[in-house]
């Protein structure tokens, strides 16, 4: 069992920054790929940004120019920089990773439990 553990969430004003962080634990043979979601009250969940184990990064429109992803060099944590924040960012946010638990196995998904994060005067 993969797990995740998001920490790095909280309240901040319009046009302030936070840094959310993901790390991974359990058993594993291989993290592919770590990413971040985040969900609004009466939205879906939506992507945000991923990185894949070759630090390939994709970004949500929404994202691009304010947000950045990274990893550790252990490629087990996870780390999103959020800069410029929008009330409209207001959301849980989810840490996913897309990894293999045995080798040559089938890619499975891992979620963490959510980061709250609230962008409000």
């Known amino acids: 069992q993969l797990r995740l553990v998001e920490s790095g969430g909280g309240l901040v004003q319009p046009g302030g920054s936070l840094r959310l962080s993901c790390v991974a634990s359990g058993n594993m043979y291989s993290i592919e790929t770590m990413g971040w979601y985040r969900q609004a009250p009466g939205k879906s969940r939506e992507l945000v940004a991923t990185?894949?184990?070759?630090?390939?990064?994709y970004y949500a429109d929404s994202a691009k120019g304010r947000f950045t992803i990274g990893r550790d060099f252990g490629r087990t944590k996870v780390w999103l920089q959020m800069i410029w924040l929008k009330p409209e960012d207001t959301a849980v946010y989810y840490c996913?990773?897309?990894?293999?638990?045995?080798?040559?196995?089938?890619?499975?998904?891992?979620w963490g439990q959510g980061t709250q994060v609230t962008v409000s005067s």
């Open positions: 990185i894949t184990r070759g630090d390939e990064t």
């Open positions: 996913n990773a897309k990894h293999r638990p045995t080798t040559g196995g089938e890619i499975a998904d891992a």
